[in-house]
C-alpha cells in the first residue's frame, strides 16, 4: 500500500499581513516578515526538493505572482505546478459575492499571465469557504480544492447537498507549519514548538495515515514560516522518514485528484 504524499506551499509574502490589517503596509517590519518568504525561504525550499526529487504544489496569491516574478520563475523553472490562493488574501468570508468573485478573476488572470497555465486547484485564506465559493470553482473550472479538515481521504466536494466533480483534498492544522511556528512568545503568551517536536508529530501522523488505506498525507507550509533553517530542518526529517519508510509516493494535488476521481464519481458522496 503505498501512500500520496502532499507537500504544499502557501507563499503569501506580505499578503499574510497586509490583508488582515491594511495599515501593516506601512510598517515595514511587518511587511518584512511576510517578504522574508519569497526573498530568503523560497530557494531554501527549492533546494530541498531538489535534493530529495519530490514533488510539491504552490499556492499563491495574485498579487504576490505579480510583485515576485523572479521567484515565480524559479519555481515555475523547477517544474513545480502554481495553484490558485485568491488574489489579495483577504478571507473569503469578509467579502461580499462580488468582491469574491473578483478575488478569484484577478488571481486567476495573474497566475495565467505568469505561467501560461489555467490554475487546476483552489485554496482560499485561511481555509474559509462562503455560499458561494464552491460555485465560483465550478465557474473557473477547478478540478480540485483543498480547503476542509474533515477527512484523510479524499472525497468530492459538495455545495449545500449538490454533489460536484471536484475533488476535495482535505488537510489539518496539525500537519501544517503555522500553528507551531507563525507566532512568537511576545504575541502569544506561548513558548513556539521545538522543531524536533514538530517533526516528531508529522512523522507520528504520517505513520498512522499509511497504515490506511486511501488516505493521503498532506503537509501545509509557508515559505516565510517553515523557509527557516531550524523549521526546515523538521520537513526535512519527515521527508527523509518517508523515502526510508518505502511506504509514500510524493505527488502534486493536481495529479493525484487526477488520479482519484474516477472512483470517487464512481462511488458517490462521502458518507
Known sequence: MTTPVLLTFDMDAEQLWIARDPDSATKPVWVSQGQYGPKVGLPRILALLKKYDVAATFFIPGIVVENYPREIDAILEAGIEIEHHSHTHQWSDSLGP?????????????????????????????????????????????????????????????????????????FAWVLDDAPFFLYSNRLTGRNMSAPSAVSESWILEYDGISREDGTHFMLGMHPQVIGRHSRLWALEQTVKHILESGTGAFTTCAAYADQVRPALLARGPLQ
Open 98 to 170: 462580488e468582491a469574491e468573485l473578483e478575488e478569484f478573476q484577478k488571481g486567476w488572470d495573474a497566475i495565467v499571465s505568469a505561467t501560461g497555465r489555467n490554475p487546476r486547484g483552489w485554496r482560499s485564506p485561511a481555509g474559509e469557504l462562503t455560499p458561494d465559493s464552491v460555485r465560483y470553482m465550478e465557474q473557473f473550472g477547478m478540478s480540485f480544492s483543498s480547503n476542509l479538515f474533515d477527512s484523510d481521504t479524499a472525497h468530492l466536494l459538495t455545495d449545500q447537498g449538490r454533489q460536484t466533480t471536484i475533488v476535495e483534498l482535505p
